[in-house]
């Protein structure tokens, strides 16, 4: 007998898979690089005009020149509301260790008071990203650290004084530093991890709670068939019990009413089997794709608005739909997405669904009045407010305008390892004959095939028998 493909509870990826991917915006990073530039600068200023000391002004304008550059560059290449992942997170900070130990070389070293600053990048690290980052961060520090101890511009006065603390006070000052980025990032490190680990109990004792609720829910509905079913299978027994009795010299017919006395036999034990556990149906894990979209679209196609859906390989990809997983935070992000078409859209919503073998893509497009061109940067944040207009509330009365429809789907979807992207089909500013039909706004969601498509032999393999839901 073959082998039954193995397959895993989607839930429960949630609560295993590491989340601090993503944790972090880079406009949170920004910001605070800007508030470090504006500090940077005027402590530079301060120290050079209103303390007399002899300072390199071009060479550390130019350090914190680069952090203006790069804070630049970053504005506008990403999104507003771009989030980091750990690598990408890891190098910004160390961009900005690299920026203030350059700094201290220029400054003294550590003579200058602010090179305790450098613990600043190493605690977010400790805070928001991985152990690796953080180690790395870590390590960095302590070295850079230790190179402008002995290697620095010496801070002097206009006189010619040098500004200098006796051998002993520096050693104490280094070991300060370094003691304080390992304590102080352990230390960060320890109550985050016991914060998340708080949340992932709260989210694994609300899974269990939903998953026996519906034991629950299925078993009361079990248990009502079967007593509303039991007194015909009950009567269907007896009466094939005195058949096969009568009919003792007609073995046919006889083997006949034994077949259906075993089958009502059969029938109340899978009553009895399904009210202790239920069944977990191998046929409900995955789907072709087209078939997972429209069941996540289903709720939202009969009210008002042409739904049109299209699905096709792009040139040179396998003529057959792809099978997936049917995870619930495939469906209910794509169901949201299919919702927020449809609110907005005039008269047609366009779901097409694409797969070249190596990604798998999924557009919808509408008929509406598309993103606001001032909000398009922001999708995707919760509690996203703006003012509505007369015909927002004419068309979707007592929408509040928070962005968490969106901000829940592209969250669900981005755990599935999907990218979301949202634009406008058009420029919202054409009239509507110079746009064409697919002319308001547009979500294009990208997974790579690996993330959610079964292995070609998994998806061919024979299902086996129902197994009992693991509570």
Known sequence: MPRMAQTTDPTRTLLTRDLRSGWVRLRTLLVLRWLAVLGQTATVVV???????????????????????????????????????????????LFDLTQLSFLLFLTGGLNNPFALLILAPVTISATALTMRSTVILGLAAIVLITLVAFYHVPLTTRAGEVIELPALFLAGFWAAIVIGIVFLSGYARRVTLEIHSMSQALLATQEALAREQKLTDLGG?????????????????????????????????????????????????IMRDMGRAGKDDLHMHSAPFGAVVREAAEP????????????????????AQPAIYRRPEIIHGIR??????????NDDVWVDGLWDG?????????????????LIGRLGDPFLRRRKSPRDEQQRPGYE???????????????????????????PFLLAEESGERRGAMVEVTWPAAAIQLAEGVAHAPLGENRPIQA
Not at 300 to 319: I, K, L, S, T
Not at 336 to 345: E, G, H, K, P, R
Request: a negative charge.
């Open 47 to 93: 120290a050079s005009l209103f303390l007399g000391l002899r300072v390199e002004l071009g060479l550390c304008f130019l350090a914190i020149g680069t952090s203006v550059l790069s804070n630049m560059i970053a504005m506008t290449v990403f999104p507003p509301n771009q989030r980091l992942a750990d690598w990408d997170a890891m190098l910004t900070l």
């Open 300 to 319: 939202h196609v009969d009210r008002g608005v042409e739904v049109h859906f299209e699905f096709a390989p792009m040139p040179g990809a396998d003529e």
């Open 336 to 345: 949201n997405l299919v919702q927020n078409a449809v609110d907005f859209a």
């Open 221 to 269: 509905v079990v248990a009502a068939a079967a007593h509303e079913l039991g007194t015909p299978l009950a009567t269907i027994k007896l009466v094939s019990t005195e058949l096969a009795e009568e009919l003792e010299d007609n073995p046919d017919l006889a083997a006949d009413a034994r077949l259906i006395r075993e089958q009502a036999d059969r029938c109340r034990d």
């Open 401 to 427: 305008g928070m962005g968490l429809g969106l901000f829940i789907a592209k969250t669900l979807l981005e755990r599935s390892g999907a990218r979301v992207a949202f634009r406008n089909a058009t420029d």
């Open 358 to 374: 190596q990604n798998i893509y999924l557009r919808l497009t509408d008929d509406g009045a598309g993103f606001p061109p001032d």
